[in-house]
């Protein structure tokens, strides 16, 4: 059975699309740490483990998250994107993309945003004008 994240790259479950190409999709945490927090997957890949991946899935998913982390950098105020890989919510390798201004966003223990439909789109819309832009 497919995971969530598969139907999700797929367009079988809505999400907020920062970014995509023919290996790779880029869309926004429904429960973000910050604004314009995004998750990166391998589409054709579903391990939970990204460690399993072969070399040329890993490399890839890394390039695809640096063009997606240098998008969200020019499309969401902050100091940087820091990157983080728990995999431990959804069994479908997945790399969290966290626009911070200190350490302390980092924080996955604390309590979510809550941001509405439009802001979320607004949001995908403006990380995906900038990736284009790449």
């Given at each position: ?26 869309f926004l945490d429904i429960a973000p740490l910050t ?100």
């Open positions: 059975m497919a995971t969530i994240f598969t139907r999700i790259a797929k367009g079988e479950i809505p999400s907020y699309k920062c970014a995509e190409n023919e290996d790779f999709y880029a604004k314009g927090h995004t998750l990166v997957i391998p589409k054709n890949v579903e391990d939970d483990y990204i460690f399993n991946l072969d070399d040329k899935t890993y490399e890839g998913l890394m390039a695809f998250a640096k063009k997606v982390a240098l998008a969200q950098k020019a499309a969401v105020p902050c100091k940087r994107i820091c990157v983080a890989v728990l995999g431990m919510e959804v069994p479908h390798v997945h790399v969290h993309l966290v626009p911070v201004q200190s350490e302390a966003d980092m924080d996955f223990r604390k309590e979510k945003l809550s941001l509405s439909p439009d802001e979320m789109q607004k949001i995908a819309a403006d990380i995906l004008r900038e990736y284009e832009k790449l």
